[in-house]
């Protein structure tokens, strides 16, 4: 189920750096797309680190004034030397969970498809959507500058704390649909949580070939636990700080993860969502290659 979104023009800059947070994980920087505050599955993700965000209190947005956005993307396009070359559409909001409202992700395909050709820099789309929020770029040529990458759970986690956005036997569809029109396909494995079982999600993954994946577990910025159900969070140690992330105990993380490494190491680059540098290592990941979702 999706809900409007207000409609107004955004009067802060569209495009801007976003380096890693929190410190002492291991994370590229990135760009980040301001095309819209807040995510148009409802309800929304039961972790949600939006959440505990000004926009998600005052209601999702998205911003009308398109052709200043574009233009930004294309001057952002034109420049060298950046410290990234990422543009991540998916970080305040969900990159395709507003198309039915103000459509814009096609346009900027063909932006990127004019404009970067033989260039670096790469739009990225991070997305809880099935078939039905692929629709139209189903319809669209695939682009070697835009990557589609999908957050999937097991399907019993999807159903209850994910239950707002498209199944997730449907996002790895509408995954392998656009794999095989020629799309760059990545595939994020999180939040991974307690008590699940990820092998049968990991064979599912390694079945579709994408071009990367990225494991993650269940997590927590210091203020989000007062606006989430304490249930979910229960198991999480506390942050050691503000700028820190609430996590399971290490040997709990390490059982998650190893249960899907095993599974597609050797298939594709590998990496780790905001972890530390150890549990790459433990895991027997190059934490110097960042081979994670928001790398170029």
């Known amino acids: 189920m999706k809900t409007a979104a207000t409609c107004r023009r955004r009067r802060t800059p569209f495009v801007e ?20 505050n807040g995510c148009g599955f409802q309800p929304q993700c039961g972790y949600c680190y939006l959440k505990s965000s000004f926009w998600y209190l005052n209601g999702r947005q998205v911003f009308s004034n398109v052709g200043r956005m574009i233009a930004e993307v294309r001057r952002w396009i034109a420049r060298d030397k950046l410290e990234t070359y990422t543009l991540n559409a998916g970080n305040l909001s969900d990159s395709l969970s507003l198309e039915g409202q103000r459509p814009i992700m096609p346009q900027l395909v063909e932006v990127f498809r004019e404009a970067a050709r033989s260039r670096r820099h790469t739009l990225l789309l991070v997305t809880k959507g099935g078939t039905k929020e692929c629709a139209d ?6 682009c070697e500058n835009v990557i589609v990458s999908f957050s999937v759970n097991h399907p019993a986690a999807a159903r209850r704390y994910e239950s707002g956005a498209a199944p997730a036997p449907n996002r790895l569809r509408a995954a392998r649909l656009l794999k ?3 799309w760059r396909v990545r595939i994020r494995i999180d939040p991974m949580i307690l008590d699940y079982d990820y092998r049968g999600v990991a064979r599912s993954v390694r079945a579709l070939r994408p071009e990367g994946v990225t494991l993650g577990s269940l997590r927590a910025e210091h203020n989000l636990p007062r606006y989430v159900s304490k249930g979910l969070f229960k198991e999480l140690e506390p942050a ?5 992330l609430a996590r399971y105990p290490l040997a709990k993380r ?18 780790l969502c905001e972890e530390t540098p150890a549990v ?8 110097e290659a960042k081979s994670c979702n928001c790398r170029a």
């Open 17 to 36: 750096i976003f380096r890693t947070t929190p410190p002492k994980t291991v994370c590229p920087n990135f760009y980040v797309l301001a095309h819209a």
């Open 240 to 244: 050691p700080d503000r700028h820190s």
């Open 254 to 271: 390490l059982a998650l993860y190893r249960q899907a490494v095993r599974i597609l190491r050797g298939v594709c680059p590998m990496g």
């Open 280 to 287: 790459w290592d433990a895991l027997g990941l190059d934490k």
């Open 137 to 142: 770029m189903l319809k669209v040529p695939p």
């Open 180 to 182: 095989e029109k020629g």
